[in-house]
Nanobody
Framework: QVHLVESGGGLVQPGGSLRLTCVASGTIFSIYSMGWYRQVPGNERALVAMITEVGIPNYDDSVKGRFTISRDSAKNTVYLQMNELKPEDTAVYYC???????????????WGQGTQVTVSS
């Protein structure tokens, strides 16, 4: 069993900042990647940013230059620093990860329950 728990969402004004945190816990042999997707009603869940455990990041073009993803491998934790927030960033943000167990060489995908980010005046 693996659980991903997000925190740090909330209400912020346009131009403001938030930092999201996701912690993975449970039966974890190693982590291939962790990151963030977001979803608004009527749209598909979309990539925000991912990072591998060797530090290779991948950002959606909509957040490049504004958001920064980082990780603390020792704590099985990933962060998303969100700056210069815009109303269109409003969404539920979901943590996701590909995690190896001791019994398989194929990583399994997990999702958190999500945290709401609202950018509004």
């Amino acid at each position: 069993q693996v659980h991903l728990v997000e925190s740090g969402g909330g209400l912020v004004q346009p131009g403001g900042s938030l930092r999201l945190t996701c912690v993975a816990s449970g039966t974890i042999f190693s982590i291939y990647s962790m990151g963030w997707y977001r979803q608004v009603p009527g749209n598909e869940r979309a990539l925000v940013a991912m990072i591998t455990e060797v530090g290779i990041p991948n950002y959606d073009d909509s957040v490049k230059g504004r958001f920064t993803i980082s990780r603390d491998s020792a704590k099985n934790t990933v962060y998303l620093q969100m700056n210069e927030l815009k109303p269109e960033d409003t969404a539920v943000y979901y943590c996701t990860s590909y995690i190896y167990s001791a019994s398989s060489s194929i990583p399994r995908n997990y999702w958190g329950q999500g945290t709401q980010v609202t950018v509004s005046s």
